[in-house]
């Protein structure tokens, strides 16, 4: 499967516990930020069917996709923009909710970033975001970074690029959302699993797509890299289901107002 589908399954029940906390109403102007192929945008485009929704995502191919799935979904209020939510001049007061499923954890300045989120929002306007909650609470993670030792010593705190858990300290959240005026600022838990693949082998070629294992991959020895590819199959195996690969995890559902 490709990587916007396969993404899709992956957070297939977080997606419904997305959906149900925007509560997003038929007059809704919404904004998805971190929109990916644009699942959640049009999710709300449906539901705001005398409003609107855009979704804004830095991925080039993931818009390119979007767009292709609305049009052929016959989607006539939603849109998509090439965009860094961070930056981005988006009309002032527009939106009544702005939504995101795992894509706020990512701002170089997150203070800016909500603060111009907030920009956008009319007055009494929602924030309703999806993140993960500590790497450690979060199965997926350490399975795969113990799977990762193999290849020869502990990884170390680092991660290669963005950081998926940037948001999972409420206490740190509720600060950084307050800085950027966002006022009564809630934590929802969320336990629900993600999806990996109908098999082991469907999964074990999921997990070869992130970043932290292609690396370390690429980078070992063969014979190192056999050990890693070994452990990663061994987890993915001890956690099939008759409906696939399922790993525990964590998130918060955070919402506020402006």
């Known amino acids: 499967m490709g990587h916007a589908a396969g993404y899709d399954a992956e957070l297939r029940r977080h997606h419904e516990v997305l959906r149900r906390a925007a509560g997003v109403r038929v007059t809704d102007h919404v904004l998805d930020v971190g929109c990916g ?45 090439r965009a860094d939510a961070q930056v981005h001049r988006f009309p002032p007061a527009r939106f009544d909710v702005a939504i995101s499923r795992f894509g706020t954890m990512f701002f170089a300045d997150p203070v800016a970033a909500f603060t111009n989120l907030g920009r956008a929002l009319r007055p009494a306007g929602r924030l309703v975001m999806m993140v993960w909650q500590a790497a450690e609470r979060n199965e997926w993670d350490v399975a795969v970074r113990r799977s990762l030792a193999a290849a020869g010593g502990a990884v170390d705190g680092a991660r290669p690029g963005p950081d998926p858990f940037a948001l999972a300290d409420p206490p740190a959240v509720r600060e950084i959302l307050r800085d950027a005026g966002f006022h009564d600022v809630a934590f929802a838990d969320v336990r629900e699993p993600v999806w990996y693949g ?3 082998a469907a999964a074990l070629d999921w997990v070869r797509g992130f970043t932290c294992t292609s690396e370390i991959l690429t980078r070992s020895d063969p014979e190192a890299a056999g050990r890693v590819e070994e452990r990663l199959r061994r987890e993915c195996a001890a956690r099939l289901r008759d409906d696939g690969v399922w790993f525990d995890s964590r998130a918060w559902i955070v919402t506020a107002h402006v």
């Open 198 to 200: 109908p098999d082991v």
């Open 37 to 81: 192929a644009g699942q959640t945008t049009r999710d709300a485009a449906r539901a705001a069917g005398a409003g609107s929704a855009l979704g804004v995502d830095v991925s080039a191919p993931a818009i390119a996709r979007a767009r292709e799935l609305a049009r052929a979904q016959g989607l006539r209020n939603v849109t998509f923009e």
